[in-house]
């Protein structure tokens, strides 16, 4: 088969979802010196406007995979706050006019506590990169 450039074995290695410290992780953090460095990136990148964001998660109806797709794209919502009306303000995606194509790649195990239980195997997620260069997001 000409198009398969490599074969490996596949190991049941269990990956875990990760949300704390998304601006942090990307260089965005407002308190840390490649924020500074960085600042007009979000005016230069026109908001995300006309970017296709591939994200790989548990899908958009758990908590987690809403949580980060409204992290990565949510638009603006002013006054918005938290659970008992603390933290007054406006959120905000990092880049409100991205577009999202979200593929599901972590599944919960039958009878275990979602905390603990959700696994991605790298089938999963080598697979939906794949399906994300097929849907014309720029994978990188």
Sequence with gaps: MEEVVSVFRSHPKKYSLHTTRS???????????PYFMKKDLLLKSKYGNDVIVGMLDN??????????ASTVGGRRVPTASAIGGFARGTASGGAPL?????????????GVDKDVGNMCFEEDM???MDDAIADGVDVN
């Design 59 to 68: 899908g958009v109806k758990d908590g987690h995979g809403t949580h980060t």
């Design 98 to 110: 991205v577009r999202l194509a979200i593929y599901k790649v972590c599944w919960a195990v039958p």
């Design 23 to 33: 601006w942090e992780f990307v260089g965005l953090e407002e308190r840390t010196k």
């Design 126 to 128: 080598l697979g939906a």
